[in-house]
């Protein structure tokens, strides 16, 4: 089916042409210009009287009040607090990291607690393998 009307409705101008000979109508396309003249008017006056009365209701919200006594002890700020050296900073914390990670050194000495580097700790457990879990590290009652 053809949505697009009968074919007896086409005038034999336009079937001789080929296509549709006769303009659309102007009035519509008239009427709907105007109308978007129209609006987009009323639409710029009315800004331009929200923005006058905006100007002469300010003053009015503006105050004169005396500072507060404490903001003479603020520090006011220049700007956004950035890293000064992030690649710098980035391998100081890579260094400090590798040093956990890579070296001895007692946690706490009295109690016999100490840290040792990674790979030594991956290899004990490979070969004694990981502590069988107790009551109390679980959590008690069963």
Aim: net charge negative; hydrophobic share 40%.
């Amino acid at each position: 089916m053809s949505d697009h009307g009968n074919p007896a409705e086409v005038s034999g101008a336009s079937r001789a042409a080929g296509h549709e000979v006769s303009d659309a109508d102007a009035k519509p396309l008239v009427r709907v210009g105007i109308a978007l003249a129209v609006i987009m008017l009323v639409g710029f006056l009315g800004m331009l009287l929200m923005f006058r009365t905006l100007m002469f209701a300010q003053p009015l919200y503006d105050t004169t009040q005396a500072p507060h006594p404490l903001s003479a002890s603020r520090t006011a700020t220049t700007g956004p607090r950035l890293q000064p050296d992030p690649p710098r900073q980035k391998a100081e914390l890579r260094l400090y990291e590798d040093n956990l990670l890579m070296t001895y050194d007692w946690i706490d000495q009295e109690g016999k607690v100490a840290r040792i580097p990674i790979t030594r700790a991956i290899e004990i457990l490979a070969a004694s393998g990981l502590p069988k879990p107790t009551d109390a590290v679980v959590g008690g009652d069963r």
